[in-house]
């Protein structure tokens, strides 16, 4: 048995004492752990953060006003980016331009990525896995910082080789996910790597407080996140915006996973 399945074992037998006992599990916290239909997710509970980036952020762009999001919900948040082995679970092929199977799945559209969801959801009473929203994947990314990326400032850029795969310690191409430090939620390559979709569509933001934001209800693009093996450091930070079409499919563009609490 492997050892995340032996601790997934672990962690249910002690759940399912606990309320023979008589004793209910304790509330989930930031950055656990558990693995649905053999994908590792971790907890990122309800709250309130600030988007965007200030004005004097190096590497700012002006489609990043600060404004404050609540989160009403928690939700669950694949560990790593979408594997190709995980993908050719439920797909024919693998499109991958550097292919590894513990490397993350890209060459895929956003489209690509909605069949992929909807055959994962195949069977279920209510659809379980989605994309996250770019408020989501903000707000999962930062873990409680406020700082340009999830580790830091790092103004030198000492720190960034340590948990991204970027331009300058890629090589060009994609590596095995897992490979750099996590966030303080034990999400990895949140920076670098592969550009991850959102399920939004490009827009604005706004300058007031909003609530579960799922981005503008019309528009051509989709949001991507995090920067990848081609971008230099300013992309992999918590702030940046870029957009794709529904249909484009490059090696630098993959995906993560959602799922809603059960």
Request: one cysteine or more; a negative charge.
């Amino acid at each position: 048995m492997s050892i995340t399945k032996r601790l997934c074992t672990i962690s249910v037998s002690v759940v399912a004492f606990a309320i023979l006992v008589g004793c209910p599990p304790r509330a989930l916290r930031a950055g656990d752990t558990r693995t649905f239909d053999g994908i590792q997710f971790q907890w990122c509970p309800a709250g309130a953060f600030t988007m965007g980036s200030p004005e004097n952020e190096v590497g700012r762009d002006d489609d990043e006003t600060q404004h404050t999001v609540t989160l009403s919900d928690g939700f669950w948040l694949s560990t790593f980016e979408v594997t190709q082995d995980q993908w050719l679970e439920f797909m024919d092929s693998n499109p991958s331009s550097t292919e590894g199977g513990d490397h993350p799945v890209e060459t895929v559209s956003w489209n690509d990525a909605q069949e992929f969801l909807a055959i994962l959801n195949d069977g279920k009473a209510t659809a379980q896995y989605r994309l996250p929203t770019e408020a989501q994947w903000e707000y999962a990314y930062r873990a409680g910082t406020a700082t340009r990326f999830y580790w830091g400032d790092d103004t030198d850029g000492t720190e960034t080789g340590d948990h991204a795969w970027y331009s300058d310690n890629s090589g060009s191409a994609t590596h095995s996910v897992g490979g750099k430090e996590p966030n303080a939620w034990g999400l990895h390559d949140m920076s670098g790597n592969v550009w991850e979709f959102c399920q939004d569509l490009y827009g604005e933001y706004p300058e007031d407080p909003v609530t579960d934001p799922e981005g503008p209800d019309t528009g051509q693009f989709r949001i991507i996140r995090g920067g990848s093996i081609f971008n230099d450091r300013k992309f992999c930070r918590a702030a940046e915006r870029q957009t794709v079409g529904p249909n484009s499919a490059t090696g630098t563009v993959g995906f993560r996973l959602v799922r809603s609490q059960d």
